[in-house]
């Protein structure tokens, strides 16, 4: 099982500043540890610093030599051309797979504020998709050879298709996707019950499936104490999340947590730090490279 990171990019720091280069100091530890995947998500209007992922992982990639490298566009609230654009010019910097990672989206407030429709989410996703792989195959722009997007990119994009607990999404993820990248909120048995239907949409339409899943984590060297600051912030209503669905502890139970989902088929996890202090963040990703042993030994 390949295990990756997920920085989060929200920093409650005063100081852009004091945010930003915490994020620089986490993607310097994640090479270090050799993970699998350096990715940032897509998030916005928020009410405390967000740094924004295309600028932001292109200063990342930086200190990043370790491997692929992931960025998620929320493609329902995005131009496709600028999409395509902004991944050509990010893959660029990287001789490794450059992997799309995409999902409807939601929120109303958003999506007006980005002039989209959140009704419409599902079809303007599947459209971006159809539209961003006919430029990156020379197709031209809406089908107008005469329009074309350079650079692009010329190692192989995957692309990860997010799908909650949507058997229609999961359906889109298996038909359009590389794999289908399943929320951090799953546990093992949620997880089983819905990768049975992506399975069974991957046989149907001929597709070679690949189960990924993102997931948040607390991992110390101290357990107990990774225990106690996962339980306060599951208590505190952390995304709506129950202690089921997040991996806490030392590097040993994080393993132990993770082995479900790769006996299950689950090829990549992909890590992100739950709402803790920068030294404990730092701490839990370079541990991720001895959970990452533990679990496939």
């Known amino acids: 099982m390949r295990v990756g990171v997920s920085l989060s990019s929200t920093s409650f720091e005063n100081d852009p500043h004091t945010g930003a280069n915490a994020l620089v100091e986490r993607a310097r530890v994640a090479n270090q540890a050799k993970l699998d ?5 897509d998030h916005h209007l928020t ?5 924004q992922n295309v600028p932001m ?11 692929p490298v992931g960025c998620l566009f929320l493609l329902p609230l995005w131009n496709p051309v600028l999409v395509a654009e902004q991944v050509g010019t990010l893959a660029a910097l990287t001789q490794s797979t450059f992997v799309l990672q995409t999902g409807v989206g939601d929120g109303q407030d958003t999506f007006e504020a980005m002039g989209v429709t959140l009704k419409t989410r599902g079809t303007s996703l599947e459209e971006s998709i159809t539209e961003i792989k006919d430029i990156f195959e020379r197709r031209g722009v809406k089908g107008n050879p005469d329009l074309q997007v350079n650079p692009i990119p010329n190692q192989k994009v995957e692309w990860w298709i997010g799908a909650s607990t949507s058997t229609k ?3 889109r993820a298996a ?10 909120f799953l546990n093992p048995a949620k997880a089983e019950e819905l990768l049975a239907h992506y399975l069974q949409a991957c046989e149907k339409h001929g597709k070679q499936p ?10 110390l060297q101290d357990g107990e104490k990774a225990l106690e600051m996962g ?9 709506g999340m129950k202690s089921d669905a997040v991996i806490v502890g030392n590097p040993i139970q994080a393993a132990e947590q993770l082995r479900p989902f790769k006996d299950m088929g689950f090829t990549d996890v992909t890590c992100r730090c739950m709402s803790i202090p920068h030294e404990e963040t730092l701490e839990s990703i370079s541990l991720l490279a001895e959970v990452r042993e533990l679990l496939n030994n």
């Open 231 to 239: 339980s306060q912030i599951i208590q505190r209503g952390y995304r």
């Open 37 to 41: 995947l350096l990715s940032l998500g």
């Open 175 to 184: 038909i359009m996707g590389d794999a289908w990248y399943a929320a951090p």
């Open 57 to 67: 992982l292109g200063r990342l990639m930086a200190e990043w030599n370790s491997g």
């Open 210 to 219: 690949r189960p990924v899943i993102r997931k948040d984590v607390i991992i």
């Open 47 to 51: 009410p405390v610093n967000y740094f």
């Open 169 to 171: 999404g999961i359906q």
